[in-house]
């Protein structure tokens, strides 16, 4: 199941217009898309990089998924998502070889794509978020 790109990096915020207005000024970077996804309660922008993407979460709620992460953690590297063609096939190679899978089966994320999570204690305590991708 070989990843074919890093798909974006997740870094998760408390204020997503003071982050982006920090990476506009420091980074002189803008997103390409916002949009809140509210099945994972999350607003969250896009930022193009090369053939990658920065993502910038920040929760909508603090009961949720990345508002208890802050909540332990505070703001930073949330996940990383590996772009794969075939996300059944990814998902069928990591459960043969003992990852803890999240999502057995993929769920609709940001952009449309087809999403799944693989829980970080199967890959150096980090969250992995499969994305699949056609067009690279
Ligand atoms: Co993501």
Sequence with gaps: MLPYNI??????????DETLATL???YTVEPMSRETVSEQGVEEAMIALGGSHLQILQPTDPDTPVGRFL?????????VAFAVVDIEEALAH??????????ETPR???GGHRIAFV???SMGGTLVELVEVHDG
């Design 24 to 26: 506009k000024d420091q």
């Design 94 to 103: 990591l459960a043969a070889h003992g990852a803890t899978l999240i999502d």
């Design 7 to 16: 798909h974006h990096v997740a870094i998760a915020v408390h204020d997503l």
């Design 108 to 110: 609709i994320g940001g």
């Design 119 to 121: 829980h970080p204690r």
């Design 71 to 79: 909540a332990r953690h505070g703001e930073g590297m949330h996940h």
